[in-house]
């Protein structure tokens, strides 16, 4: 299977890029990629589902949005993302986008040894790149 | 980019473009190298370009690139033309330090020292995914908001005392929970009373050098060996999503275009949104003053049942790294107030300045600036000149200089626990790779850093402290 996601060099923080043969899959491996700072996503059960639904003016807007999910679910409901499925991503009349998908994992903290963690979502240098592939890139807050 | 070197540590960079005011680097030719390798300059020229910018946007010696601004970004804005950004403030918002000092010597607690440090880990709830205190109720959040670390004091965490030796009293007035999203509250919740991971840290140091006695003693450091305890945390969760909340807010009313940088988005500071979000950063600021008083009460608790007492463990001061507030500076021999942005950077008012401790008054306020983990820290004293050569900001730490992934690669934790080790420096962890991130080689060298801010006046040496053990989220 083809790599889905590889971090970069950044002097502060974690700077990956994800990818996908559509903006779905690239954004999925995106999620994966910021679960990963935090856990062994391998190491997770596929105990609980969880649905997430985000907005975005637009398609960066919308990554971040989808991103923040992974942290919020963890430190409100520890809850520690293992898979994303079901993810569709639609743009909406008049402007934006929004994207519906089902996180799936486990809501034990306790069981994983937890090795870093992500402050927020950012911005910065933040790419999405459609051609064949999509590749997005992301630099989140260590 | 043009940059001029206008004496040994002092760097201009000229007004070009839409820069409204020069930018100026504190660094020696050493740190300056490290600093031209990444976005640093490029961000300090976009703060250049920002309406309503006084005198010059300013970079600390222990500057890396930052969202928006740098990391070690120091810029003031006039309070009817200018602007405040969450990106000048940083996601953790009150990320800062709180150093106590104790009657005990390293001769002291040697015997005691693993034990210390095991009790520690036990009692201060530490990395991510670890729940602060029993739930709270939002009520509760909302009031320790408003009152900051005055509310931990009210429910048994430490004394008031403590209040007057943290900035602000340990409460920053203008704090207004009711415009924090409930999203910012829920991550709140669980995680007061927590240390976090990354370059959060609590140590137990002594201290190795004592620069000026004087101004030492004051600050209650009496002799070398001294044993002290600083705790390093910020506003957790709930700061973070008050700084992406903003962000978000501040794009829905004033676009990106323009913008060279998306996290340089702002509001003029009298706008209702720059209002907003002032008030927000206010109450996010409270949350960590109240989570360092927190576990600086339970760093007692220990002291008291290890060593048998805790009571020389006074707190020499608490300092903001991460933070906006509003000031008084003399600007072309006017007095004015502007609204100051220190990102990465420790305020360091000089002597006479009324926000600092009648005790520190005639001296200058302690800044506390931790280094990387298992390396030295310092201890510096506030300058007069500081207000005219930064707005009374000095540097806030070492400041990276290698990537995670790349100290991941180079590094692993247990390694660098048996090096510490050898150091006689006891480490305590909840996560190995959490440890090769925070590799003190990863850093840049703290000792060159407090030395440009020594020499360009902006922090003075008072004393270096090193650690003899480490607790990381």
């Not at chain 1, 923080?13 to 491996?29: H, I, M, P, Y």
């Not at chain 2, 959040?141 to 008031?160: D, Q």
């Not at chain 2, 704090?175 to 999203?183: G, K, N, T, V």
């Not at chain 2, 794009?251 to 998306?262: A, C, H, S, T």
Request: charged share 25%; aromatic share 8%; glycine share 10%.
């Amino acid at each position: 299977m083809e790599k889905k996601y590889r971090f970069l060099n950044h002097t502060a923080d974690a700077k990956f890029q994800a990818f996908g043969r559509t903006l779905e899959e690239a954004f999925s491996n995106a999620a994966l990629a910021t679960a990963s700072l935090m856990w062994d996503v391998g190491a997770v059960a596929r105990m609980v589902k969880r649905r997430v639904c985000v907005e975005g003016r637009d398609l960066e807007q919308l990554l971040l949005h989808f991103l923040e999910e992974v942290i919020y679910a963890f430190e409100t409901q520890s809850f520690l993302l293992a898979s994303v499925e079901e993810i569709k991503i639609k743009a909406v009349k008049g402007g934006g986008f929004w994207l519906r998908a089902v996180f799936v994992g486990d809501n034990e903290p306790s069981k994983h040894r937890l090795h870093g963690e992500v402050k927020a979502v950012t911005y910065n240098e933040m790419k999405i790149e459609q051609a064949d592939s999509v590749t997005v890139q992301v630099v989140v807050d260590m | 980019m043009e940059i001029r070197q206008i004496s040994e540590f002092v760097w201009e960079i000229p007004k070009c473009g839409d820069m409204r005011v020069p930018a100026v680097l504190y660094a020696s030719a050493k740190l300056l190298e490290s600093v031209k390798r990444d976005m640093t300059l490029q961000q300090a020229r976009n703060v250049a370009c920002l309406p309503g910018i006084e005198r010059m946007s300013y970079v600390m010696p222990d500057a890396h690139q930052g969202y928006g601004f740098p990391i070690g970004g120091v810029a003031a804005f006039d309070m009817d033309r200018g602007i405040i950004s969450p990106g000048g403030v940083g996601y953790d918002i009150n990320c800062g330090v709180r150093l106590l000092r104790t009657d005990y010597t390293e001769k002291d607690v040697a015997a005691r020292r693993k034990e210390l440090l095991a009790e520690i880990f036990k009692e201060v709830p530490a990395g991510v995914g670890k729940g602060g205190i029993t739930k709270l109720s939002r009520s509760v959040l909302k009031e320790i908001l408003t009152k900051g670390a005055e509310w931990a004091v009210e429910n048994g965490y430490g004394t008031r005392e403590d209040l007057l030796m943290t900035e602000e009293g340990g409460r920053m007035k203008d704090a207004d929970p009711s415009h924090i999203s409930a999203r910012a509250l829920e991550r709140g919740i669980p995680q007061l009373g927590t240390l976090g991971a990354g370059n959060h840290f609590l140590e137990i140091q002594k201290v190795a050098h004592i620069y000026d006695e004087a101004i030492a003693k004051v600050f209650g450091i009496d002799a070398e060996g001294q044993i002290l305890v600083m705790i390093h945390c910020g506003s957790r969760g709930l700061g973070h999503q008050v700084a992406s909340d903003y962000i978000e807010k501040m794009e829905n009313v004033f676009g990106i275009k323009g913008l060279p940088d998306r996290e340089l988005i702002n509001a003029p500071i009298r706008s209702p949104l720059g209002e907003q979000y002032y008030k927000s950063m206010c109450a996010a600021v409270n949350y960590a003053f109240t989570n360092r008083q927190m576990i600086a009460h339970w760093v007692r608790d220990v002291f008291a049942k290890v060593m048998g007492s805790s009571k020389g463990l006074r707190q020499v001061y608490d300092v903001c790294h991460n933070v906006a507030k509003v000031e008084k500076h003399v600007i072309n021999g006017k007095e004015r107030e502007v609204c100051v942005h220190r990102k990465g950077a420790t305020r360091s008012f000089g002597p006479g300045r009324p926000e600092i401790p009648e005790v520190y008054r005639a001296y200058g306020q302690p800044v506390i600036i931790p280094g990387s983990m298992g390396t030295a820290s310092y201890l510096l004293v506030g300058t007069r000149e500081a207000e005219d050569l930064s707005f009374s900001s000095t540097a806030h730490g070492a400041g990276r200089v290698m990537s995670r992934h790349e100290a991941l690669r180079r590094f692993r934790g247990e390694q660098i626990r048996d090096e510490l080790e050898k150091k006689g420096i006891e480490l305590q962890s909840t996560s190995w790779k959490g440890v090769a991130e925070e590799a003190s080689a990863a850093y840049k060298d703290v000792d060159e850093v407090v030395r440009v801010s020594h020499e360009v006046g902006i922090g003075r040496l008072v004393a270096r402290v090193v650690p003899v053990g480490v607790m990381k989220g």
